[in-house]
């Protein structure tokens, strides 16, 4: 399922090529930004910017037999 937010920008490391950021229910989060565009992107942002993102989320499952 992709998902789409708005997040506030806590901090950006362009040596390290990783993102800080606060998603509106106040959860902090560090991603590592591998694509050439991403990195390129980052080194414009900077502490209180504004920016949308999509992710997709995942969950797993285990089925055990009864008994």
């Avoid at 606060?22 to 080194?43: L, M, Q």
């Avoid at 942002?45 to 009864?66: N, Q, W």
């Amino acid at each position: 399922m992709l998902l789409r937010t708005t997040v506030e920008i806590e901090f950006v490391d362009t040596t390290f090529n990783t993102v800080t950021f606060k998603r509106s229910d106040g959860v902090s989060r560090t991603v590592a930004v591998e694509s050439p565009e991403g990195r390129e992107f980052i080194k414009g942002l900077k502490k209180g910017d504004h920016v949308e993102i999509a992710y997709t989320e995942a969950f797993a499952i285990e089925v055990k037999p009864a008994g």
